[in-house]
């Protein structure tokens, strides 16, 4: 089946650790996002990458890392300069043409800090 | 000034009732509108997705985008209790995709 794929569901990070999270798609798409998701927050855009080897920050890259050297993988790294980063994580991709925009989404990774 | 905003509710009803919810934007490069519902610790599922003005209609669901007044709703009609949930309005331009903060839904039996 198609679909995106992240991994792990659960996470536990120690105070000044990095991490990294896994994001796969079997899709073919040629865009893929990055959110965190806050309780009341709505989705906030970390970062983005509309094609291979290319990545633009969204609202609240700080703290954090990406690379896009596959087409199918987006990993994200939480690096210890991100002072809050227990959240919920959602990845996403689309196509990214004009005609096929909408995006669909991996059933995310819940991150805590101990 | 967020670039779109939702009312994040809660907001409950009876089952049956019609539903309406809400975002309005204040970007004109958004051109494409999509509606996501999303259950507790679940990723976001699309539900529906336009990029003319008018109405979609998809079952008990109908997308209406109101371009001029950069006003979009999703209306849900002999609601059910399984429509409890979150639903994100989200929308998008020649790149990123922004959401709103979402609503949250409870359908009381």
């Known amino acids: 089946d198609g679909g995106i794929t992240q991994s792990p569901k659960y996470l536990f990070r120690k105070e000044g650790q990095n991490v990294t999270l896994s994001c796969e798609q079997n899709?073919?798409?040629?865009?893929m996002y990055w959110y965190r998701q806050d309780p009341g927050q709505g989705l906030r855009l970390i970062y983005y990458?509309?094609?291979?080897?290319?990545?633009q920050k969204g609202d609240i890259a700080e703290g954090y890392s990406v690379s896009r050297e596959k087409k199918e993988s987006f990993p994200l790294t939480v690096t210890s300069a991100q002072k809050n980063p227990t959240a919920f994580y959602l990845c996403?991709?689309?196509?990214?043409?004009?005609?096929?925009?909408?995006?669909?989404f991996g059933q995310g990774t819940r991150l805590t800090v101990v | 000034q967020k670039e779109v905003e939702q009312d994040p509710g809660p907001l409950s009803v009876p089952e049956g009732a019609i539903v309406s919810l809400n975002c309005t934007y204040s970007?004109?490069?958004?051109?494409?509108f999509m509606w996501y519902r999303q259950y507790s610790r679940k990723g976001p599922e699309l539900l529906m997705y336009?990029?003319?003005?008018g109405n979609k209609e998809d079952g008990r669901f109908t997308a209406q985008v109101d371009k001029s007044s950069k006003y979009i709703s999703l209306f849900i009609r002999d609601s059910q209790p399984s429509d409890s949930a979150t639903y994100l309005c989200?929308?998008?331009?020649?790149?990123?995709?922004?959401f709103g903060q979402g609503t949250r839904l409870t359908i009381n039996p």
């Open positions: 970007n004109s490069a958004f051109q494409y």
């Open positions: 336009t990029y003319s003005s």
């Open positions: 899709l073919n798409h040629d865009a």
């Open positions: 996403a991709s689309s196509k990214g043409d004009r005609l096929n925009t909408e995006a669909f």
């Open positions: 990458s509309q094609i291979v080897n290319d990545f």
């Open positions: 989200a929308m998008k331009g020649a790149q990123k995709l922004v």
